[in-house]
């Protein structure tokens, strides 16, 4: 599914139960969860690599009839192509049309993916936006939960990073916000220091988090 300039709104990770937003870039849910009503514009599983290779993933294709995949702990370019690959896979094996299936890849759970001159531009025709989690960063860099969204010089190169890679891959990027915050004006302050920094909105973990936000991913 292709994306456009105007596209905007989080991308928002829902649980089961959990009403789907009427406005949003995407929303997730599990292997396991039931597709939500009414169905969104644009659903994403969220699985990994070791997922897409297993005997039954095409019957979870088959039966939730999902858009995409929201790739977690994506190192680089290689896990790009990998995923690019097993979802050809599973295009065929559906009867999906080829090339179908798009991805929105999550970085910061290997520090390494954000050194070096790799570039993730043409590394899969699927991907339409990128993600930086940065509790997951701040978790492997053996810092302190409370470096993730602050100034840590670290975390900072990471955000630029993602930026740009995002931009010469000509795709959006998404900032994830804290697991375990749900008060209403910190996370509009989140959202709002994200597209201040250049990102396209944010990943919004949990309902309560859509509810405290207000149900709006985009400033007034």
Known sequence: MSINASETGPIVRLAPGDTPPEAAFAVVIGLEDPVPTPRPQRLLLEASLDALERDDATAVFETLRPDGILLPD??????LQAADVALGV???????AAGSLSIVAVFGTSPASFLGTEHLSGASVRLIALVLDEDALADALGLPAKAARSTFPAVIMARGYMILQAASAGVPCFWSLPSGEIDGDALERLRDAALDYGFRNVLVRTAAQWMALGQDGRPD
């Open 74 to 79: 994506c190192r680089g370019r290689a896990d």
């Open 90 to 96: 599973i295009e065929a094996e559906a009867g999906l």
